[in-house]
């Protein structure tokens, strides 16, 4: 079943999803939004909180002009439209974690527009999502729950920490779709550098937007853009995986078709989805604009941005993933496949062109990075940018296959050795004496007395070519499993007749 015919089957018949996110994404800054506290993780609670983030009288916000640009370079990277002219609103509600009772965000004028990016949800599918709007406001902090069973503690570190919020428009019709989306729109903060992306560290969260209608019901609304087409939508908050992100729209979709199906009515609601029960939970009533009374800050003047400024970010954006993904199938020959797993992570993409710049075969250089090294990455739990075998040792390594110095075999062996006490491929290929014999003289040898020993298997080859095998591996055996295979096979196809 593909994203664009996801059906799930109810008593009265099909039901399709509709799915449309908001996508909060950690602003990569040293500051917060309005205030020079630090927002490095992991620092002791409430150890990062300036006189602002506590909401103390007085105190006025600054803007961060970093986070400014950063979203700006967001905004470019999605291919939306940068508004000149914007304005930051205050959003009142009040929190425990919310020391100012009011959120710092942006509403009526945000500071990009909309936008649209290509997402492929599995190998050879792709959709198009559209982007309604990138808005900067302020995080709020923490509530602690369970470290005393009679009271609630407050840590104020993440208060204040700017974040962009990254609205779709509900063009994803799977949870397959919906968790592409977030993974495609990591990819590409990441290689702007705008957002860590790391949804562990909290540095990106979702809020899912669920619906369900019948089929045929969606494509009206594409026609129309008329919502009365679509059901009642639900949003589960705070989703910070992808397979949370999943189960979580699986969950709740056929909840509100069984709802639905029973004669009842889908509540405009905000949920949770519990990871321990794999079920949605209702956590409030779904609010709507008038309630948070929103009003223009007057503590802070419009945003304005000088068309120069934009243009200057523009021309000092990096490769984004698809068009790098591009690039390395038509520059490199590689498939699709290897392309795209290539580019889904900029450390990884540096890394391979470091060893196709020492001269390695592309191809052979993908199937190094992708299967030996990363293989080992992740069971080791290494970064890559902490990788004990370097760029130019995986090139080394692989041009001593192309060249025939040493079987793949071998060099399972160099990587090892390299892993874990590095060097130099060439010299521990010699060290180590794992050099293939490709002596015709010597492999001759060594096959001519195989033969003579084994008269009746030698004239089975000639009416059987597959049984060669069966002396391909006596060669390697007798060989040390040094013999180079492709000379191997010459000789033994002339020797035998074959």
């Known amino acids: 079943m593909s994203a664009s015919n996801y059906l799930i089957p109810g008593a009265t018949g099909d039901w399709e999803i509709v799915l449309g996110l908001e996508v909060h994404a950690q602003v990569a800054s040293t500051a917060k939004l309005f205030s020079g506290a630090s927002t490095d993780f992991g620092a ?46 205050r959003k009142n509600y009040f929190y425990p974690d919310l020391p100012l009772g009011y959120q710092i965000s942006q509403f009526a004028h945000p500071i990009v527009g909309e936008g649209e990016i290509d997402v492929e949800v599995e190998e050879g599918e ?26 609630t503690y407050v840590d104020l570190n993440r208060a204040g920490v700017a974040l962009m919020e990254i609205v779709s428009k509900p063009h994803m019709r799977s949870p397959a779709a919906a968790a592409a989306f977030v993974r495609t729109l990591r990819e590409i903060l990441r290689s702007l550098g705008t957002c860590g992306g790391d949804m562990e560290k909290g540095q990106m969260r979702a809020d899912v937007n669920v619906s369900v209608c019948k089929p045929g019901q969606y494509e009206k609304f594409r026609e129309t853009d008329d919502f009365s087409h679509l059901g009642t939508r639900c949003e589960l908050k705070n989703l ?54 929103y009003f223009p800050d007057p503590d802070l003047l419009p945003l304005v941005l000088d068309p120069a400024w934009i243009k200057e970010i523009q021309e000092s954006l990096p490769e984004l993933p698809n068009e790098k993904r591009e690039r390395f199938e038509k520059d490199y020959g590689l498939s699709a496949y290897d392309a795209a797993v290539l580019t889904s992570d900029t450390d990884r993409g540096r890394y391979y062109e470091a060893v196709v710049e020492t001269g390695a075969d592309p191809k052979l250089a993908a199937n190094w990075v992708n299967n030996e ?4 990455l992740n069971k080791e739990d290494v970064d890559i940018a902490d990788s004990p075998v370097s760029a130019a040792q995986i090139g080394g390594v692989i041009k001593l296959i192309t060249d025939g110095t040493i079987s793949s075999k071998a060099a399972k062996d160099v990587f090892e050795i390299l892993w874990e006490k590095g060097g130099d491929p060439a010299e521990i290929v010699e060290r180590e004496g794992l050099k293939q014999v490709s002596d015709t003289g010597e492999l001759e040898a060594i096959v001519d007395k195989i033969i003579a020993e084994n008269p009746e298997q030698a004239e089975q080859v000639k009416e059987k070519p597959k049984a060669m095998g069966w002396f391909v591996g006596q060669v390697m055996k007798a060989s040390g499993g040094k013999a180079n295979p492709q000379a191997v096979n010459e000789i033994l196809r002339k020797k035998l007749g074959v």
């Open 44 to 89: 002791s609670p409430n150890t990062q909180v300036a006189l602002l983030d506590a909401g103390l009288p007085g105190t006025l916000p600054v803007i961060n002009a970093k986070c400014v640009e950063q979203a700006v370079r967001t905004g470019l990277g999605l291919k939306a439209q940068i508004n000149e002219w914007s304005r930051f609103d």
């Open 240 to 293: 910070n995986s992808m397979r949370f992100i999943q189960q979580a729209i699986e969950y709740e979709a056929r909840r509100q078709i069984e709802i639905i199906e029973d004669g009842g009515k889908i509540d405009q609601e905000t949920r949770l989805f519990d990871t321990v029960k794999g079920e949605t939970r209702s956590m409030r009533s779904k609010e709507e604009a008038h309630d948070y009374r």
């Open 373 to 376: 090294l990363y293989g080992r």
């Open 126 to 151: 792709w959709i198009k999502v559209g982007i309604e709007r990138l808005h900067l406001e302020q995080d709020a902090g923490k509530s602690i729950h369970d470290l005393d069973p009679a009271s």
